[in-house]
């Protein structure tokens, strides 16, 4: 892609038409939601993530429609607009899906809009390229491993490919956004950048050694990590990474090449891969 490109009124003209063209319309209510059996039941309510997953969606919604709002450039405005009410829709499938299944979370407190709405899309967005990378996997393995039912894989495979949309959409409007401003008012801004990606990886960080602290409670993560291996079969951390990276490119191939896709967390995923044993659960996964 040519630098020029980046920053022009055909980058944010393709950035807009990509994300608006490309939404699809349906109603959570209104899906196919499949019947359960106590196995798939159990093994849902084991993972420690439902109130987490809830509270972090409605944010998110809530953030992003904020954006929305306050976005002058009418074409933009509209996008940012269409992916706040995407978000609002994931966060309404969550809680068809705790309601439904009887899965552990609370309902999200009162949310109070944020002072400054570009800073915190700025922050989403990066939250939700380590975390889109992750599910991609997290996903792959479920589905593969029968973790997940047929009916839940079809429920869910669109939302992941919506967070894929969303995560595209993201570092185009990071890219176009600094374009835009005159080159003595750039450096600042890509120190906003590093700071957002700094913050929500400490964040993760953050979860991660939460979720870790609480394996002593029937439904934590170590509970969940023991039981791992036994429901989507063995798996090095390795494997995992693998099958992350090709479950990354595979769901943002379909989209438009000029468009610049997140390159932080695959870079620091081949990275680790460089100084990762390899073993035979390593092999690639069959897509």
Not at 242 to 271: G, H, T
Request: charge should be negative; proline fraction near 8%.
């Amino acid at each position: 892609m040519s630098t020029p490109f980046i920053g022009s009124p055909e980058h944010k003209e393709l950035l807009c038409r990509f994300f608006i063209d490309t939404h699809t319309p349906f109603e959570p209510k209104d899906l196919p939601w499949p019947d359960l059996d106590e196995a798939c039941m159990k093994r849902l309510q084991m993972l420690p993530i439902w109130d987490e997953a809830v509270k972090t969606e409605a944010e998110t919604a809530m953030k992003v429609l904020e954006l929305g709002k306050a976005e002058k450039d009418p074409l933009l405005s509209e996008a940012i607009s269409l992916q706040g009410y995407e978000e609002a829709r994931h966060a309404e499938m969550l809680r068809i899906m705790v309601k439904r299944y009887g899965l552990d979370a609370k309902t999200p407190p009162n949310l109070t809009p944020p002072a400054d709405p570009n800073w915190t899309f700025m922050r989403v967005g990066y939250g939700e390229c380590f975390d889109s990378f992750f599910a991609f996997g997290l996903f792959a393995l479920a589905r593969d491993s029968g973790f997940f039912t047929p009916g839940l894989v079809t429920l869910f495979d669109p939302i992941m490919q919506e967070e894929g949309r969303h995560i595209i959409f993201h570092v185009n409007w990071v890219a176009y956004n600094q374009a835009q401003l005159p080159f003595a008012r750039r450096p600042t801004y890509v120190f906003r950048r590093a700071l957002a990606v700094y913050l929500q990886a400490a964040s993760r960080v953050r979860t991660a050694l939460q979720l870790q602290g609480a394996g002593e409670s029937p439904v934590g993560q170590d509970n969940f990590t023991m039981n791992a291996h036994s429901s989507f079969g063995e798996f090095s951390l390795r494997r995992f990474v693998e099958i992350c990276m090709s479950e990354n490119e595979r769901r943002l191939a379909p989209y438009d090449e000029r468009l610049e896709r997140p390159s932080f967390v695959p870079a620091v995923a081949k990275q680790m891969l460089k100084v990762m044993p390899r073993s035979a659960a390593s092999a690639p996964v069959a897509a």
